[in-house]
């Protein structure tokens, strides 16, 4: 099965800076999910994409989408020490079943 | 919104011994469970898509036999593990998808079984 490949696999920044994590695939897809994971705890669904969508917002979340590159980026805007977390991207294909990117791991320093 | 409740959130067993993970569906009929793997520091790994009343469909290198799964009503699914080993222990997540379909995926909590 497709999985999306996330980069970078870690990343740590200053509370009130930007974080930004990309999320790459090869095949065709319907939508593209982003989740976020505290450790050790269940996943909770951020935002979701889809194929025919560019750009979303969520407060400070934005995520864009180019189905031309097969690419997702997820970024964060001014990010505090609660964003800290496991972001994972997830792929939703023509079978309806979701398969998860290898996360990022973020690190917001306070 | 959808809830999905997963339980229990911990287990330690012994090895060789069984464990059963129960995830129910708390305000929306799950049609579809999808139940996870995830080791330390990595990603979710699909181990098994169960729909309703049928048999669950598990990805390559899952042993059905292991990893049992029933789905046997539209809110509630079972995953056993079966004789556990060390090796076994992991963070297992379900996750659901039903009507109606606007719910999307929703996942539970997550057990962290742990074998001694």
């Known amino acids: 099965s497709q999985q999306g490949e996330e980069d970078p696999q870690a990343l740590s920044i200053q509370e009130g800076e930007n974080a930004t994590m990309n999320c790459s695939y090869k095949?065709?897809?319907?939508?593209l999910q982003w989740y976020r994971q505290n450790s050790g705890r269940g996943l909770v669904h951020l935002i979701l994409i889809r194929s025919n969508e560019r750009e979303k917002h969520s407060g400070r979340l934005r995520v864009t989408l180019d189905t031309s590159k097969k690419s997702s980026s997820l970024l964060i805007t001014a990010s505090r020490a609660a964003d800290t977390a496991s972001y994972f991207c997830?792929?939703?294909?023509?079978?309806?079943?979701?398969?998860f990117g290898g996360g990022t791991r973020l690190m917001v320093k306070p | 919104g959808a809830v999905v409740s997963q339980h229990p959130s911990w287990v330690i067993c012994k090895s060789g011994t069984s464990v059963k993970i129960e995830c129910r569906s708390l305000d929306f009929q799950a049609t579809t469970m999808f139940w996870y793997r995830q080791f330390p520091k990595q990603s979710l790994m699909l181990m098994a898509t169960?729909?309703?009343?049928?048999?669950?469909?598990?990805e390559q290198g899952v042993e059905k036999d292991k990893f049992l799964i029933n789905h046997a009503s539209l809110t509630l699914s079972t995953l056993t593990v079966t004789s556990a080993h060390p090796e076994d222990s992991s963070f297992y997540i379900c996750s659901a998808r039903g009507q109606p379909t606007n719910y999307g995926y929703t996942f539970g909590s997550g057990t962290r079984l742990t074998v001694v």
């Open positions: 169960s729909n309703e009343g049928s048999k669950a469909t598990y």
């Open positions: 997830a792929l939703n294909n023509a079978g309806n079943m979701l398969t």
């Open positions: 095949t065709s897809i319907n939508n």
